[in-house]
């Protein structure tokens, strides 16, 4: 069964450093999505992405996040200057029209454990 | 903007028993309402979901029920396993195709044998 795939699993980087988080969507997926989930609190939504363009993003989707597809199979968020309060689990998630998946359902990855220290 | 309430946060039950979570929602607006299980260091996994045209739907032990009038929807697992036992999430979307899910806080589920 296809998978959304992210890497690294882990991530330990020092508070002011760059982030580069990687996702591979499902293939043939059309809309990307990343979510962050805070130690112990719910998964929360920062931006969708479609037709090589942000589509939503939240109030947390600040100038210090960015997103790019930059080739045809992977989906990447940049935090610029990471703070302590970035340190959470990112989820990234695939979805598209047609084909096995239902309608809307939004599959996600394994994530990606941020810590910042 | 949507805001999802979930409860309870903890639900312990035997093996054998129905579970049953139920969360409400904000705005009228959202009319796709899927839920999701985590297990330990793993992303959500849809294990349910629902569209507001519709007021039941079962999937084996897995059920989910949506009021549309009250804003509510839940979800019932019957003859709870010790592999039920993970967090539920629900969530709540606007059905224009691919909105952001909106989610409640979850539930730790623990099923003892």
């Known amino acids: 069964e296809p998978e959304v795939t992210q890497t690294p699993s882990h991530q330990v980087t020092q508070m002011g450093q760059e982030v580069i988080l990687r996702c591979v969507p499902i293939s043939n997926h059309l809309y990307f999505y990343w979510y962050r989930q805070i130690l112990g609190q719910k998964v929360e939504f920062l931006v969708s992405f479609y037709n090589n363009e942000i589509s939503e993003k939240s109030e947390i989707f600040d100038d210090q996040f960015s997103v790019e597809r930059p080739d045809g199979s992977n989906f990447t968020l940049k935090i610029r200057s990471t703070k302590l309060e970035d340190s959470a689990m990112y989820f990234c998630a695939s979805t598209g029209v047609g084909g096995t998946s239902s309608y809307n359902e939004q599959f996600f990855g394994p994530g990606t454990r941020l810590t910042v220290l | 903007g949507e805001n999802v309430e979930q409860h309870p946060s903890t639900l312990s039950v035997q093996e054998g028993d129905s579970a049953v979570i139920k969360c409400t929602y904000s705005d009228s607006a959202s009319n796709y309402f899927p839920w999701y299980k985590q297990e330990l260091g793993k992303g959500p996994q849809l294990i349910i979901d629902i569209r507001s045209n519709v007021g039941e739907k079962k999937d084996q032990r897995i059920a989910v029920t949506l009021n549309k009038t009250a804003k509510h929807f839940s979800l019932h697992i019957t003859e709870t396993q010790p592999e039920d036992s993970a967090v539920y999430f629900c969530?709540?979307?606007?059905?224009?195709?691919?909105?952001?899910?909106?989610f409640g806080t979850g539930t730790r589920l623990l099923v003892s044998p």
């Open positions: 969530a709540a979307s606007m059905n224009t195709g691919f909105q952001k899910l909106v």
